[in-house]
T-cell receptor, first 115, second 114 residues
Framework: AQTVTQSQPEMSVQEAETVTLSCTYDTSESNYYLFWYKQPPSRQMILVIRQEAYKQQNATENRFSVNFQKAAKSFSLKISDSQLGDTAMYFCAFRHGGSQGNLIFGKGTKLSVKP | EAQVTQNPRYLITVTGKKLTVTCSQNMNHEYMSWYRQDPGLGLRQIYYSMNVEVTDKGDVPEGYKVSRKEKRNFPLILESPSPNQTSLYFC?????????????FGPGTRLTVT
């Protein structure tokens, strides 16, 4: 069974600095997708970034980028120029490539951005 | 506006009193699912549906029922709620093909069972 591990329950960063959130996963499949979701205090789940396993190039979305290490089964999220609005819970999630694939979430990392 | 709606957003109830949390999406998505979120556990899938009249269990289905009679609606039913079902519930939907399509989440329903 697939598992997703986020080893940092809480992190903090100063505004304008860079922070990296860690995520590792376990799977025997070769076709899968990885996601980072943000959950601000409003509780809404917001997709931050996604990565297809077959793509070697790391995904980027503005200030957000990932370091996808397929052999190591690692999928870290880097937030550059952190802003106060980045304060949230961040969840790493895995989905295998079949149409029935459900999202498997890690336990989350609570990020606090300090002024 | 493309969205997933859930009702109610907040619910306090007593043990054993049947309740239904509704979920509706306006994006013509085939795939819908329910998750519960508990502190320190992340989100776990309860049930999912591939299409109308097609539902299946997720990772934590005990104590829950679902139905999918219409494509847009996917209600979550708790026949006899218990305190261990106190949680934050999310409905989500996405289109069918297994690519990296985004899963859209509803706003969440905070359920408290006393």
């Amino acid at each position: 069974a697939q598992t997703v591990t986020q080893s940092q329950p809480e992190m903090s960063v100063q505004e304008a600095e860079t922070v990296t959130l860690s995520c590792t996963y376990d799977t025997s499949e070769s076709n899968y997708y990885l996601f980072w979701y943000k959950q601000p205090p409003s509780r809404q789940m917001i997709l931050v970034i996604r990565q297809e396993a077959y793509k070697q190039q790391n995904a980027t979305e503005n200030r957000f980028s990932v370091n996808f290490q397929k052999a190591a089964k690692s999928f870290s999220l880097k937030i550059s120029d952190s802003q106060l609005g980045d304060t949230a819970m961040y969840f790493c999630a895995f989905r295998h490539g079949g149409s029935q694939g459900n999202l498997i979430f890690g336990k989350g990392t609570k990020l606090s951005v300090k002024p | 506006e493309a969205q997933v709606t859930q009702n109610p957003r907040y619910l306090i109830t007593v043990t054993g009193k049947k309740l239904t949390v509704t979920c509706s999406q306006n994006m013509n998505h085939e795939y819908m699912s329910w998750y519960r979120q508990d502190p320190g556990l992340g989100l776990r899938q309860i049930y999912y549906s591939m299409n109308v009249e097609v539902t299946d269990k997720g990772d934590v289905p005990e104590g829950y029922k679902v139905s999918r009679k219409e494509k847009r609606n996917f209600p979550l039913i708790l026949e006899s709620p218990s305190p261990n079902q106190t949680s934050l519930y999310f409905c989500a939907s996405r289109t069918h093909p297994g690519l990296a399509y985004e899963q859209y989440f509803g706003p969440g329903t905070r359920l408290t069972v006393t």
